[in-house]
């Protein structure tokens, strides 16, 4: 069964500073992988869908990458800001079930 | 698109109540997720539908709960009796198995709150 792990549990960064969050997967025979963001008491969005052909995808100061041989994506917030606060959870899907990571808690401090 | 709607958005309850959430995923999307989250556990997988077919329900924490999806536009998930264990908030997601490059991508609505009592 898929396994995907994200680390660190929580960050926390001074506001304008670039940051990295992390997602591992134990299986690289996904079809694509997908990073949310939650807010407290709130659904899950959608940020960024990367399919498994593609290494990279892009929108505004979000930018997510996939190496599905090391089993790992990235997900880089450029020029963090207070609003980018929340939880950000990765998923992989192996065409039938979505295989969520536990999240990681963001604290932007103005 | 309205995106996905579930109702009610709160819910409070009594321990033996029963209890019925409904979803409406997004027009043209074939596969319907419900989802668990609480702080203990996470997010949790509880059954996925396929063109309106049940695929798995492998994660159904027990027979109190059951998941209807007569039609393309419409789920229920319901608890049978209610206990204070099931108190969480529950996700309905829709997405699309033929899309093209949108293909796979996962939307939820806004959840259900759930406290029973």
């Known amino acids: 069964k898929q396994e995907v792990t994200q680390i660190p549990a929580a960050l926390s960064v001074p506001e304008g500073e670039n940051l990295v969050l992390n997602c591992s997967f134990t299986?690289?025979?996904?079809?694509?992988l997908q990073w949310f963001r939650q807010d407290p008491g709130k659904g899950l969005t959608s940020l960024l869908l990367?399919?498994?052909?593609?290494r990279e995808q892009t929108s505004g100061r979000l930018n997510a990458s996939l190496d599905k041989s090391s089993g790992r994506s990235t997900l880089y917030i450029a020029a963090s800001q207070p609003g980018d606060s929340a939880t950000y959870l990765c998923?992989?899907?192996?065409?039938?079930?979505?295989?969520f990571g536990t999240g990681t808690s963001l604290t932007v401090i103005p | 698109d309205a995106g996905v709607i579930q109702s009610p958005r709160h819910e409070v309850t009594e321990m033996g109540q029963e209890v019925t959430l409904r979803c409406k995923p997004i027009?043209?999307?074939?596969?319907l997720f419900w989802y668990r989250q609480t702080m203990m556990r996470g997010l949790e997988l509880l059954i996925y539908?396929?063109?309106?077919?049940?695929?798995?329900d492998s994660g159904m924490p027990e027979d109190r709960f059951s998941a209807k999806m007569p039609n393309a536009s419409f789920s229920t998930l319901k608890i049978q009796p209610s206990e204070p264990r099931d108190s969480a908030v529950y996700f309905c997601?829709?997405?699309?198995?033929?899309?093209?490059?949108?293909?796979?991508?996962?939307?939820f609505g806004e959840g259900s709150r759930l406290t029973v009592l």
């Open positions: 539908f396929n063109n309106n077919v049940p695929i798995d």
């Open positions: 997601a829709s997405s699309s198995r033929t899309s093209g490059s949108r293909t796979g991508e996962l939307f």
């Open positions: 027009s043209g999307h074939n596969s």
């Open positions: 990367i399919q498994s052909s593609q």
């Open positions: 299986d690289s025979a996904i079809y694509n």
């Open positions: 998923a992989s899907f192996d065409g039938n079930q979505f295989y």
